[in-house]
T-cell receptor
Framework: DSGVTQTPKHLITATGQRVTLRCSPR?????VYWYQQSLDQGLQFLIQ???????AKGNILERFSAQQFPDLHSELNLSSLELGDSALYFC?????????????FGPGTRLLVL | AQKITQTQPGMFVQEKEAVTLDCTYD???????LFWYKQPSSGEMIFLIY??????QNATEGRYSLNFQKARKSANLVISASQLGDSAMYFC????????????FGKGMKLTVNP
């Protein structure tokens, strides 16, 4: 158990819908990262927050948004869902920024868009 | 930009044998970190081992060790005394110091440990 929690574990929804994925980082970790894992794209970085502020953006679609709250939990919002958004979404956390800081991953949310 | 290459799509090893999983990387940065993660069929990503670009010694964590060859830009994972529970996907990743702290992952490789 990494200490990072994600809910829900599984999500099945329809095209055009909007969903919210939730992540609680490990106790004491200030950085939260979101990654998407799909068969064709592999593991891709989406976005990073550090202590409530957006720190870096990756290959995140405009239909997707995220935020980190004062209690440091984070939510990833996916809207106008398309079939291609079906993937495993991971949240990871680390103590802070820095190349040495290990990112610990949550169990993931498996999203299926029908 | 950083890039990780894992060319072995799959490997088979007998239980209790050692196995080496290959990883080469490309970056123009001098300061970076290399990570290995394991993803069993249940889907979670499990951190295994870390190697810093300035670390003089190869990293070790229990049965895992990293064969770091900086000049060749390779960071191979060595698993000693394989166990059935080691059967999983293995991902190599790189993270640079400057800019975003994102991890850039390779495509992964599947290890199967046979009894």
């Amino acid at each position: 158990d990494s200490g990072v929690t994600q809910t829900p574990k599984h999500l099945i929804t329809a095209t055009g819908q909007r969903v919210t994925l939730r992540c609680s980082p490990r106790s004491g970790d200030l950085s939260v990262y979101w990654y998407q894992q799909s068969l064709d794209q592999g593991l891709q970085f989406l976005i990073q927050y550090y202590n409530g502020e957006e720190r870096a953006k990756g290959n995140i679609l405009e239909r997707f948004s995220a935020q980190q709250f004062p209690d440091l939990h984070s939510e990833l919002n996916l809207s106008s869902l398309e079939l291609g958004d079906s993937a495993l979404y991971f949240c990871a956390s680390s103590v802070g920024p820095g190349a040495k800081e290990t990112q610990y991953f949550g169990p993931g949310t498996r999203l299926l868009v029908l | 930009a950083q890039k990780i290459t894992q060319t072995q799509p799959g490997m088979f090893v007998q239980e209790k044998e050692a196995v080496t999983l290959d990883c080469t990387y490309d970056t123009s940065d001098q300061s970076y970190g290399l990570f290995w993660y394991k993803q069993p069929s249940s889907g979670e990503m499990i951190f295994l081992i870390y190697q810093g670009s300035y670390d003089e010694q190869n990293a070790t964590e229990g049965r895992y060790s990293l064969n770091f060859q900086k000049a060749r830009k390779s960071a191979n994972l060595v698993i000693s005394a394989s166990q059935l529970g080691d059967s999983a996907m293995y991902f190599c990743a790189i993270r640079i110091t400057s800019g975003s702290e994102k991890l850039v992952f390779g495509k992964g490789m599947k290890l199967t440990v046979n009894p």
